[in-house]
């Protein structure tokens, strides 16, 4: 089996925590970087903690590049629900290891030009603000040829916004960003709110994990009871959806989804329905496709998908 060549851009973050460690313990996967962005956290605080989850998976090989340090256009919009350091009352050691010299957005032009040069492309993991995809893209447009496809977690179409009435935490933190992306003709795959509310990570679901995950299991099972948004009336159970680790889920096993193909359209001017994704479902805009939304989760599969490979940090059991 050839590994498919991914890039990691996010901003950690509990769920994109939970994301990375899941890809760590995936063969499917040849992690090329990750590259931090400004969002949930200052981008010094987002490099930091990816430093520190990567030691935390035993991946402090992944080189880690510090980018974007605020949206191109808007001023940053913190995450809510991370805590203070953006990992929840999570305990983990000073990093080791060091960032790379060279910043997130100069990689991604070099790498994926290469990319374009080789035919080897690459695939790009967005769990954050795009705002270094967007930065890259306007130096170097060709590098979108590099691109095998993004697979991204953001916006809400039938789902209600979760940081506005109508808009998604990642798209509201930079819009103008997102425009460039979703202009930009490179194959996308979008998991929204829509999907990721479907997938709920419960109390009984972390005391599985915990129970699954061999020598990080403290410091999984902090990083998931914290993420507990006891709002039952929104989500129909105590807990909180599982938004960025549905890319790595979607990579591993796209038969647990349904997708739709439409037409998105990224709200960049009005204040009212700043970030707000529009998906013109029936064509109505008479312009092609740009993206598959999600739209179905099979959520007990994602649950067992990930309850496996969490399983791999278990010195007993082979991965």
Not at 54 to 68: F, K, N, Q
Not at 94 to 123: F, H
Not at 203 to 213: I, Y
Not at 261 to 289: K, N
Request: charged residues 20%; proline residues 6%; glycine residues 8%.
């Amino acid at each position: 089996m050839t590994a498919t060549q991914i890039i990691i851009d996010c901003d950690p973050g509990i769920d994109d925590a939970i994301a990375l460690l899941a890809a760590f313990v995936s063969p499917e996967f040849d992690i090329l970087a990750i590259t931090a962005v400004s969002g949930n956290q200052p981008v010094e605080q987002t490099v930091r903690n990816a430093l520190q989850i990567c030691e935390l998976g035993g991946r402090a090989d992944i080189p880690v590049y510090t980018g974007s340090h605020r949206p191109l256009v808007r001023e940053a919009i913190r995450g809510q629900f991370h805590g203070n350091t953006g990992l929840g009352n999570t305990c983990l050691p000073a990093p080791i290891a060091e960032p790379e010299e060279n910043g997130a957005v100069e990689y991604l032009v070099d790498r994926l030009g290469e990319a374009r040069r080789t035919g080897e492309l690459v695939t790009l993991c967005c769990l954050g603000p795009m705002t270094n995809l967007a930065m890259a893209l306007c130096i170097d447009p060709k590098i979108a040829d590099g691109i095998k496809r993004i697979v991204m977690m953001g916006g809400a179409y039938r789902e209600p916004g979760n940081r506005t009435m109508t808009t998604e935490y990642n798209m509201l933190t930079d819009p103008h960003a997102a425009h460039v992306v979703f202009s930009s003709g490179i194959p996308i795959v979008a998991l929204p709110l829509d999907a990721t509310h479907q997938v709920i990570l419960t109390p009984d679901h972390v005391k599985k994990f915990e129970a699954a995950s061999g020598r990080i299991s403290a410091s999984v099972a902090d990083l998931m009871a914290f993420w507990d948004r006891n709002q039952v009336e929104r989500y129909g159970s105590r807990g909180g959806p599982l938004h960025d680790p549905l890319v790595i889920a979607w990579l591993l096993a796209p038969r647990l989804f349904k997708t739709k193909r439409a037409r998105i359209f990224i709200e960049h001017e009005s204040e009212l329905c700043m970030g707000q994704t529009v998906a013109d479902w029936y064509g109505s805009s008479g312009l092609a496709p740009n993206a598959e939304i999600v739209t179905q989760v099979d959520a007990a599969g994602v649950i067992d998908l990930f309850l496996d490979r969490f399983s791999r940090y278990n010195p007993d059991i082979a991965a």
